[in-house]
């Protein structure tokens, strides 16, 4: 199965690739015959017949597009959605996001909605439950009249079968043979692939079958390890194809089947390909991966960054008010009563323009699995507080965020100063 799938990949990609070189190949042959000495009247079907053939190549060439799929190892997110903006090539592309493994969940939608008015995107939703109406557009209507397709998480086996039974799953190969971009997390990952593993069965972990539109195995969620054994075990019992692992917050893009990039929101987050070595051994692969930032955040060279590293009770309040002194002042005023708070640790402080800072801090590590991010901005030579932010699960990361934020964060300062 793998074989015939990887070659009917490998074989449309060559098409694409060379589709020209073989319309040159073409012509030549077609001179030949012209000039060959045989029966006019053969020589008159031969270069009909490969005319009709010369334009259907040249006509291949024109609408031929890149298959780009885009799959991410958890939930959509801000970062995601961002990174399939980019990828449509266009400011404001029209989005369809597909709730159907969750069963059209209203809070799913309602998420995704509010990603992309934060990004002032323009979506569209396919609902599978719903009622004929002559009103209703079909759906090829909606998938193929969009920029980019967002598949959520949920049910993937569930999913697949509403799929199929509505003859989705031929439109969205369609789609992607339009140059539709094609993505999603978690069920929204595993459906492109040969087969993954799923939680969609009522009592343990077991392989879902997907589409088949990536001739490998998937397994999103990867840090978890009940998911980690099992792929593990299935790729050595030869039950799965090699595949690609992901964390939550890791994802690969594919071009005409094969790997562009690997991509990840964080240091912690990571992507990897499973395999088999010849004698049989599993062998797990760390890919390359690219930190996805933002194309307007500040670059490494516009800021300072300051190792801190110590806890709250071993900073004392500099003279000069600086930034970290304000945090310092905050807490031991705001929060004395909280232990837990005046023994956690300030880790870095970043400074952009000596205008707006950012203190990392770790008071929310244990408790929320993230590190705080507090601004503070420079108010005619006083450091004074903009607020507290999600940092990030690592310290790179809200230094990311820090890079990403601190103009919008110092814009709304200045504003209401001014």
């Not at 009917?8 to 060559?14: K, P």
């Not at 901005?377 to 601190?406: C, H, M, P, Q, V």
Request: proline content about 2%; hydrophobic content about 40%.
């Amino acid at each position: 199965m793998f074989e015939i799938v990887h070659f009917l990949s490998l074989t449309r990609r060559i098409c694409v690739e060379n589709v020209m070189l073989l319309s040159i190949f073409a012509v030549r042959i077609l001179k030949f015959y012209l000039y060959m000495k045989t029966n006019v009247q053969v020589k008159g079907v031969v270069a009909r017949f490969l005319f009709i053939v010369f334009l259907f190549m040249v006509s291949f060439a024109v609408e031929a597009h890149d298959r780009r799929i885009f799959v991410w190892g958890g939930d959509i997110n801000l970062k995601f959605t961002k990174y399939i903006v980019e990828l449509t090539g266009k400011e404001k592309p029209r989005i369809c996001y597909i709730p159907t493994a969750s069963g059209d969940n209203p809070e799913n939608i309602r998420f995704w909605s509010g990603i992309c008015n934060a990004l002032g995107l323009d979506t569209v939703v396919l609902n599978v439950w719903v009622s004929s109406s002559p009103e209703n557009k079909s759906f090829e209507e909606i998938l193929l009249n969009v920029d980019a397709i967002v598949v959520g998480g949920g049910n993937t086996l569930n999913m697949m079968g509403i799929w199929k039974a509505q003859e989705i799953d031929k439109i969205l190969e369609k789609a992607l043979d339009k140059g539709i971009v094609l993505s999603g997390g978690s069920a929204g990952s595993i459906c492109w692939f040969a087969s993954g593993i799923s939680d969609s069965r009522p009592e343990k972990l077991s392989v879902v079958e997907g589409l088949g539109l990536l001739p490998y195995s998937n397994c999103p969620h990867y840090s978890q390890q009940e998911r980690k054994d099992l792929y593990h075990s299935l790729i050595v019992g030869k039950e799965m194809l090699p595949g690609y692992a992901f964390d939550e917050k890791a994802g690969i893009l594919f071009v005409n089947g094969e790997v562009e990039e690997c991509v990840t929101q964080n240091d912690k987050h990571n992507v990897y390909f499973v395999d088999l070595d010849k004698k049989g051994h599993l062998v797990v692969e760390k890919m390359d991966t690219r930190l996805f930032i933002d194309k307007d955040a500040l670059s490494e060279t516009d800021y300072k960054s300051i190792e801190v590293g110590k806890r709250i009770s071993e900073i004392t309040s500099d003279e000069n008010y600086t930034p970290l002194s304000a945090y310092i002042d905050i807490i031991k005023n705001n929060f004395k009563d909280n232990e837990a708070f005046l023994h956690s640790s300030v880790n870095k402080v970043f400074i952009y323009d000596d205008r707006i800072a950012g203190v990392v801090n770790d008071k929310y590590l244990d408790m929320m699995g993230f590190y705080g991010l507090w601004y503070f901005y420079n108010n005619n030579g006083k450091w004074e507080s903009a607020g507290e932010d999600i940092g990030g699960e690592t310290i790179l990361e809200s230094e990311i965020t820090f890079r990403e934020k601190a103009k919008v964060v110092l814009s709304k300062q200045t504003s209401k100063i001014q």
